[in-house]
């Protein structure tokens, strides 16, 4: 049974005093509704689960990732849709229908919970707006609040992008899993390392081989491990490819540097050669520190610059070393051939000038052929050394503060949802923490009765914030003072790459209607827009919105002119 065909054959009977808000409210092309149900009702039952649900929340939502009520909420469309006058011919049948199929699967299939929503519940949760609204209980609201958010971006993901199904993204380690994966392999691999040192300083093959098996076997324990909990999309085209192709190519080395151990292979220099590949674990480290990474990847993307200027530097000397062997291969030993000549050119632009004997190799060319020597030394020693090599390490520098920058702004964006969660938090923390704030003692009943409602911390922290920011508090500018002298909030400011030095002047900034107030959304959005350096997006929005006032202004006292 499809929905076209209910939607198709049911209609509803109302009488005109009655409201009508969830099927005026409902477009008449439905199209659209339908497709998303669908793409949202995993196991084709017509009807939606809470875990359909909740799939929907983990990868659309993003203010919270949990609903709190999923049974109250559908309990609640239950009786707004069970309160319209009865439905004619099929339609009411079918729905029947619908709820008595999913009774039927849910109890073979084991589940604990028959919550779930059909498509007249999904229609009216869309479409409805009494459920924004007194006598709505207030978690029922919120929870078709942060259900609407996630329907709206799931449908504009599968509008305007190739894959829009959440069920084909890829989800690798979440949570504090993250924090183990990063950490436990470092360690690993640290201890690794300073048994390679040991092995090369004690010979003792047979004990350093059963090292290297033990953690060959945890090396192998990880990669399974991984990619039975997340599969092998995410291993090998997830957020972290780069790394796990990485530690599968030494994986795959070590495996066959082993084979080569059990075979007694001869040949020393392909053993030594994978045996030194171990070390390039070493790399892995540096995903455990920050300051670490940043500075391997300014490393990594001056390379590129200093493989050209090696291009011209070698272009530099091998035109010098072709004009030096053309005049002294006869008379000078150090020029005899075009390698030695553009080697010694290059002994001598970089601080290492001597001949075979070990006498220096510049004073005695000057000895011998005295101005003609010195003037094309002295400019191409001046032209790399002054010019060549400081231009070199400028652009290298300007590459490597370049990347940093976007770096740290990447990182800045990587980690909102984590500086969001903890300033809200400590937020939450202060202003309960006193009366003198104003929170009404209702709202703080309200907050405190979440504590034990949400499994997740980034949900509950912003469900207690959204009910906190609808109180309308508002802070005082002796009020934000004394907010601002916690020293956690001050702390985790600085985490988030925020200046707290002038922490005073924050007010100022933040009151933007100057109305010597500040509500929690204002102070929370004011802080968040302080994070890290200035952008250029910024600064351009600043200019267009000067200029729209600008205009607005001009086109006002024109008007002015024109009256009088």
């Not at 405190?448 to 499994?455: N, P």
């Not at 911390?457 to 906190?468: E, G, H, M, N, Y």
Request: aromatic content about 10%.
């Amino acid at each position: 049974m499809s929905h076209e065909t209910v939607m198709a054959e049911g209609s509803v009977d109302r009488d005109a005093s009655e409201p009508a808000d969830c099927i005026t409210e409902i477009p008449t092309h439905r199209q659209q509704e339908l497709s998303q149900f669908g793409r949202l009702d995993a196991y084709g039952r017509e009807v939606l689960t809470e875990h359909d649900v909740a799939l929907l929340i983990k990868h659309f939502s993003s203010s919270v990732n949990e609903l709190e009520n999923f049974p109250a909420l559908c309990a609640h469309l239950t009786t707004v849709v069970g309160s319209f006058p009865k439905m004619k011919g099929r339609l009411s049948k079918r729905l029947s229908a619908i709820a008595g199929g999913w009774k039927r699967v849910s109890q073979t299939k084991g589940s604990d919970s028959l919550a779930c929503m059909d498509f007249a519940m999904f229609m009216c949760l869309k479409h409805d707006s009494s459920l924004m609204a007194y006598p709505t209980p207030k978690h029922v609201q919120r929870d078709a609040t942060k259900i609407r958010d996630a329907l709206e971006t799931e449908l504009l993901q599968f509008t305007y992008s190739d894959d829009g199904e959440f069920s084909k993204h890829v989800v690798g380690p979440q949570g504090h899993l993250i924090f183990f994966w990063d950490v436990a392999p470092t360690v690993v691999i640290l201890l690794n390392t300073i048994t390679i040192g040991a092995s090369i300083e004690f010979h003792e093959e047979s004990m350093w081989n059963i090292f290297e098996l033990i953690f060959l076997g945890i090396y192998i324990a990880e990669t399974v491990t991984k990619l039975f909990l997340y599969g092998w999309r995410w291993y090998f085209k997830g957020s972290e490819k780069s790394w796990n192709i990485f530690d599968f190519a030494l994986l795959a080395i070590s495996v066959i540097d082993q084979a080569l151990v059990w075979a007694d292979f001869k040949f020393v220099v392909v053993f030594k050669i994978l045996r030194l590949s171990r070390l390039g674990r070493l790399l892995r480290s540096i995903k455990f520190s920050s300051e670490l990474r940043r500075i391997m990847l300014g490393i990594a993307s001056g390379l590129r610059v200093l493989f050209w200027a090696t291009i011209i530097l070698f272009l530099l000397i091998y035109a010098v070393g072709i004009t030096a062997v053309s005049f002294l291969r006869e008379l000078e030993p150090e020029f005899e051939t075009l390698p030695s000549a553009m080697f010694s050119i290059f002994r001598c632009v970089t601080d290492g000038c001597e001949a075979y004997d070990g006498r220096p190799l510049a004073e005695r060319l000057r000895q011998r052929y005295g101005l003609i020597f010195m003037a094309p030394y002295v400019m191409v020693y001046l032209g790399t050394s002054l010019v060549l090599f400081n231009l070199i390490m400028s652009v290298i520098v300007d590459g490597v503060m370049s990347f940093h920058q976007q770096r740290k702004l990447a990182d800045q964006s990587d980690t909102t949802l984590e500086v969001e969660i903890d300033i809200k938090e400590e937020l939450i923390r202060i202003l309960l923490s006193s009366t003198a704030y104003g929170v009404p003692y209702e709202i703080l009943q309200e907050i405190v009765s979440l504590t034990t409602a949400f499994e997740s911390r980034a949900a509950l922290v912003r469900t207690q914030f959204s009910i906190l920011e609808s109180s309308d508090v508002s802070i005082s500018q002796k009020a934000f003072g004394e907010v601002m002298k916690s020293h956690l909030l001050l702390s985790k400011l600085q985490k988030a790459d925020i200046e707290t030095a002038n922490s005073h002047t924050f007010f100022e900034g933040l009151d933007a209607d100057m109305s010597g107030y500040l509500s929690i959304g204002e102070i929370f959005s004011g802080l968040m827009r302080l994070r890290g350096p200035i952008c250029k997006s910024e600064i351009v929005a600043m200019r267009l919105k000067i200029r729209h006032l600008t205009r607005q202004f001009h086109k006002h006292i024109v008007s002015r002119r024109t009256d009088f």
